[in-house]
């Protein structure tokens, strides 16, 4: 089976501190992992992925991700909030079975930012 | 150039009608999709094409019914609307089935009234 849990339902920072965003997957083989963000009406964008390479992943706007086996953790990480980050972000997990591709959207985490 | 564009952004009709959502992505990409968000923001697949082909039709009403003319469009019928449709409808592409990321349209909210 293949799951994926976001661990935090809402997040609070201050602009200018860090920024984390707990991610778990549960998955019985190598999967490919992935963070997007979804800003209010909009649709969402790809942050960045694993894919069984580098465990350290950078992605676009200063964040960056790390795969962690050990753990079962993809965290989202960026050193220094803007306000601009602020919305909705959703750990993805995908990978390849006897039925095919499956990809499972985790319940999204909520960033807030506070000047 | 938008990427992958939906229309229409924001569609309220009325119980039993019949509606379409259509999708269109100009980036090549061989795979489409179609998700639904809810209001508690969570994302379910509902169909995935693959060069215009279906391999993926998740437990969704039969009203729902997608056509893919050709690998640039995916479209989304819907025939007797109820309330509980109400939702945001996201198209998506892919390079590839599964494992390179998606490309997300900007949504098409619908209201059921």
Same mark, same amino acid.
């Given at each position: 089976?293949?799951?994926? +849990?976001?661990?935090?339902?809402?997040?609070?920072?201050?602009?200018?501190?860090?920024?984390?965003?707990?991610?778990?997957?549960?998955?019985?083989?190598?999967?490919?992992?992935?963070?997007?963000?979804?800003?209010?009406?909009?649709?969402?964008?790809?942050?960045?992925?694993?894919?069984? !390479?580098?465990?350290?992943?950078?992605?676009?706007?200063?964040?960056? !991700?790390?795969?962690?086996?050990?753990? +079962?953790?993809?965290?989202?990480?960026?050193?220094?909030?803007?306000?601009?980050?602020?919305?909705?972000?959703?750990?993805?997990?995908?990978?390849?079975?006897?039925?095919?591709?499956?990809?499972?959207?985790?319940?999204?985490?909520?960033?807030?930012?506070?000047? | 150039?938008?990427?992958?564009?939906?229309? *229409? &952004?924001?569609?309220?009709?009325?119980?039993?009608?019949? &509606?379409? /959502? &259509? @999708?269109?992505?100009?980036?090549?990409?061989?795979?489409?999709?179609?998700?639904?968000?809810?209001?508690?923001?969570?994302?379910? /697949?509902?169909?995935?094409?693959?060069?215009?082909?279906? /391999? #993926?039709?998740?437990?969704? *009403?039969?009203?729902?019914?997608?056509?893919? *003319?050709?690998?640039?469009?995916?479209?989304?019928? #819907?025939?007797?609307?109820?309330?509980?449709?109400?939702?945001?409808?996201? @198209?998506?592409?892919?390079?590839?089935?599964?494992?390179?990321?998606?490309?997300?349209?900007?949504?098409?909210?619908?209201?059921?009234?």
């Amino acid at each position: 089976a293949q799951s994926v +849990t976001q661990l935090d339902s809402h997040v609070s920072v201050s602009e200018g501190t860090p920024v984390l965003l707990r991610c778990n997957y549960s998955s019985s083989y190598s999967p490919s992992l992935f963070w997007y963000v979804q800003h209010p009406n909009k649709g969402l964008q790809l942050l960045l992925k694993y894919t069984s !390479a580098a465990t350290l992943v950078k992605g676009i706007n200063g964040f960056e !991700a790390e795969f962690k086996k050990s753990e +079962t953790s993809f965290h989202l990480t960026k050193p220094s909030a803007h306000m601009s980050d602020a919305a909705e972000y959703f750990c993805v997990v995908s990978r390849l079975g006897a039925g095919g591709f499956k990809t499972i959207f985790g319940a999204g985490t909520r960033l807030f930012v506070k000047a | 150039d938008t990427a992958v564009s939906q229309t *229409p &952004k924001y569609l309220v009709t009325q119980m039993g009608n019949d &509606k379409s /959502i &259509k @999708c269109e992505q100009n980036l090549g990409h061989d795979t489409m999709y179609w998700y639904k968000q809810d209001s508690k923001k969570f994302l379910k /697949i509902m169909f995935s094409y693959n060069n215009k082909e279906l /391999i #993926i039709n998740e437990t969704v *009403p039969n009203r729902f019914s997608p056509k893919s *003319p050709d690998k640039a469009h995916l479209n989304l019928h #819907i025939n007797s609307l109820e309330l509980g449709d109400s939702a945001v409808y996201f @198209c998506a592409s892919s390079q590839e089935w599964g494992e390179s990321g998606y490309t997300f349209g900007s949504g098409t909210r619908l209201t059921v009234v």
